[in-house]
């Protein structure tokens, strides 16, 4: 077995996600190649000052320890480590503070070891066609979606992956 891999992920640790980050991995092809940090809020710890030197440390010791090359950032909807959908209000309002912070945090990344790969990916409940995202509105605003044919359950628990 070879003492190398391609990438670290750094995840939140939210048990809700972990599923279907592990399935969205495999479809990326880095099974068995990826070195994990999980973190509640995971852009946050690059810009707290409090948790950076550390963050950093995780990717210092991947690229040195196992030659990785690329950083994958995979933040989510509804993070408790903001406060989750009650603090940020949901919406582009939500979606666009994550977008932001993931910049900020390739931006640290890039600083310290410019020959880095970052991916930034936002995840979320739901999927990427008009219904789905229509459905995880009313669910997640409403607290339900009147009609009998959908399972709000169901809907739920897909997740949808975003390159930002």
């Given amino acids: 077995m070879s003492h190398t891999c391609k990438a670290l992920v750094v995840t939140c640790m939210d048990f809700r996600f972990q599923t279907a980050i592990r399935k969205f991995l495999k479809a990326q092809g880095l099974i068995d190649s990826y070195d994990l940090f999980s973190v509640a809020g995971t852009q946050k710890t690059f810009l707290n000052p409090e948790t950076q030197a550390t963050a950093l440390k995780q990717v210092e010791l991947s690229a040195k320890l196992h030659g990785m090359t690329d950083v994958y950032l995979i933040a989510h909807w509804d993070c ?30 890039k600083k310290h070891f410019p020959n880095l790969k970052v991916r930034k990916y936002l995840a ?6 008009f219904w789905d995202k229509f459905v995880f509105f009313c669910i997640n605003v409403i607290g339900k979606v009147f009609s009998p044919s959908v ?9 949808y992956f975003e390159l930002v």
């Fill in 80 to 109: 408790g480590a903001y406060g989750g959908n009650a603090t940020l209000g949901g919406g582009e309002s939500e979606k666009n503070k994550y977008i932001q912070d993931l910049a900020s945090a390739e931006a640290i990344i």
């Fill in 151 to 159: 399972d709000n359950q169901n809907i739920k628990s897909k997740v």
């Fill in 124 to 129: 979320r409940f739901g999927s990427n066609n």
